[in-house]
């Protein structure tokens, strides 16, 4: 079989493959998924037709369409198809969907993440539908000798009116597959009021598979010949391997191989997402899970400690930046001194305008309010795992990856193969939330079959991943308002950092609000490895900036509601500076349905509510959660959220996700840590490391979408900094306390009698 | 190294294994059924729910040993068809978002409303508090093992 790209274009998703000798193309994916159920097979088509790289048709005229994104549980697996098939004009029940391989020739951003799958794809992939409807439109024309433009279709049909006649698509497949695609400039997209699938809620494609327990995830992985691999990794940050003894596992039952791997060339330069904790750990390889599983346990190793070192590291763009681990075993409690320090220490000024300095000397009174949160660990439900087959110069990896991109050429390098040679296939993914961004697990396994020459699963532990590193930063914010006499406020600061890095938007909400502004960011280095963790910087500047602006709502004797609404009108009607980079009467729009929604005004004895709102990943939040206490215990009755992310192309899945991002917030303001002594991670499994549970989560959740035409924008990450806040608030309104760290729980504990 | 017979979802089906193997990697790594998850290996997350004898217990702190003579239930077998009243609840509700945890939360459910065909919120929580949705579908669970109680 040869591929055939017909470059009729800059895009390079119409690039249209056909077999050598004629128009039929089987399906490229290396990973098709599952065999199809006997139900399934009465209606699989004897022969399948490529129209274009996400769409075949069969000569039935089934359709299979390619979800090209790695799914993390966003369910872009369902929702961008439902893309191609509006404007491919199906009928959806006729829809097979498969995932795509990592397949960078044929797809454009295989990337989940930054909540931007469906904000990148509806124009692309609704192009994608769109020309491969054309494209069967000018077969039929080209079969019944009449003009194209007379032509309509309707789910998965092709008509004539003229002479009535009327095809199924599966019927001109074949012809349509070996036509030149028309110029997607040429080619008309539906308007928002003739959708039929974008806007109606499509169940998950892979539900029925998820509730039977079928083979989707790359731990369920497995071929002939296939060896299990366990990790060791040095157990504090700071240290490497010294020395390990194999002999101290190798006779026990099942295993067969215990080596170390160095994940980089020496000198090579590494990608923005090339983190790695520990650049050399311990594999140790034999037949079963559990026999690797105990010999890790047993393994006799000692540790070092580690020196600085430095590397060359890539950034997205061109730029190329020296990055340096400092040595040493670190400690929390040395973070919070550190941090602290910069109360009153000055930062790098991201933003300024007006006169704040001037204005603070002249305040009636100053509020000032620090904020902290700990590290987080991602604890996706699926640990850290891969498979790989690396034979000779050629690789095969199947893993968990929100990127394949960022870390092929890596992988390429470790091995010393051509790039070409590497092939990564997207397994279903067990959770992401940003962890999956870093694939170092992918090089690991890469490494470990290669040196074994033979197809290897390896599979961390839950403590493995847990104390692997890649965590959200630790944070402080310290908020300065400067009020006059008869309360109005003058001038508003804030200071924040990390460790290692700063979490300040400093062209966001309030800046754009407020006359006299200050913005300034700071960062501590460390050795501790951090990663996206859905929202960065939002999901702890958020809770920090809207539970400040709730303090001083009081302090001003202000509705909290009304307050952030004076001042959004503030912004969209005489903005203060440049770059404000967001859209006020959107930002006001949240606020005002969640206001409607929740019944802000109504007040419940016993029922406490506290507000927030936020705007990230190009889309606005707002949100109320109302509270009761019960037997000396906050209980979460009823949550409230107003989104505007543009067009809901499926919303009960949206709601779903919004819903899934709120009962986050919830678990990690109450409960996330990850704290250090001497390097080393004090939480390793569920035990320790408290996740929010059934008994925790929310009576009821609502999610509202405002109703408008704008383009699709970010889902997956907006619903989750406002939690915070809004939580935060609520308790505040119930026990009469503010709570400044995160994570709340031990604050809470101290308050008299409360359980938690 | 030790031969058994186990009973899993009707059939009889031997492995040859270390006796204290759980019986969470027996199914996985043995029997090829993967339906049933490794989460945290230290019966805290739920992901490896099976049921033994009927009884929702946690696949990955049960040795082999102890698993013969008695019937071992998995994700695979609570229905030929997907068709059980807790799996279609569930695709009712679309309660899934990564799926991981879900097998796990279902085998919970399955064997709660054997128990107690009409459960309470409170009963609900407590029979479920062992699974852990990182991805926080708690809402829908919930309201999918009541459409599942309402057509049992």
Known sequence: MTLIDKKINRRSFLKVSTLAGGGMMLSFSWLAGCKPTPE????????????????????????????????????????????????????????????????????????????????????????????????????AAQTWNVPASEITTNAGYLEHKGSGKRVGYGEVASLAGTLDAPDPETVKLKETSDFKIIGNSKKNVDGLKIVTGKPMYAMDHKVEGMKYAAIVHPPAFGMKIKSFDKASVTSLPGIQDVFSIKLFKEGFERHAFDTTTFPEIIAIVGNSTWEVMQAKKVLKADWEIAPESNFKMGGWGPGVSEVKVPSGLENSSTHAEKMAEYITKPGNILRKDGDPEGEFKKADRVIERTYTAPFLAHNPMEPINCFADVKGDKAIIYGPSQIPDFIHGTIANSLGLEKENVQINLARMGGGFGRRAYCHHMTEAALISQKIQAPVKMVYTREDDMTAGVYRPTYSATYRAALDENNNLLALHVKAGGIPESPIHANRFPAGAIDNYLAEGWQIESNITVGAFRAPGSNFIAGAEQSFLDELAEEMGKDPIEFRLELLKRAETNPVGKDNDYIPKRYAGVLELVREKSNWSNTTPGIHKGVSAYFCHNSYVAEVIEISMKDNQPVIENVYAAVDCGIVVNPDAAANMGEGAIVDGIGNAFYGEMAFENGVPTKSNFDTYRMIRHKEAPKKIEVHFVQNNEAPTGLGEPLFPPVFAALGNSLYKATGKRLYEQPFLPKLMEMENLRM | MAQYNLKINGATKQVDVDPSTPMLWVLRDHLDMVGTKFGCGISQCGACTIHLDGTAIRSCQLPVSAAENAEITTIEGISEKGDHPVQKAWLEHDVPQCGYCQAGQIMSAVALLKDNPTPSDADIDNAMNGNICRCGTYTRIKAAIKTASQSA
Not at chain 1, 109 to 134: E, H
């Open chain 1, 40 to 139: 399934e097979v009465l209606t699989m088509p004897k022969e399948w037709f490529e129209i274009n790289s996400y769409i075949k048709i069969g000569e039935n005229g089934a359709v299979t369409l390619f979800n090209p994104n790695p799914e993390f549980g966003s369910n872009v697996k369902t929702s961008l198809p439902m893309l191609l098939a509006e404007e491919l004009d199906v009928d959806w029940k006729n829809v097979f969907v498969e995932q795509a391989d990592f397949y960078p020739k044929r797809y454009d951003r295989q990337f989940t993440g930054g909540s931007q799958g469906i904000r990148s794809g509806w124009v692309p992939l609704r192009t994608a539908g769109a020309t491969a409807r054309q494209l069967l439109v000018n077969a």
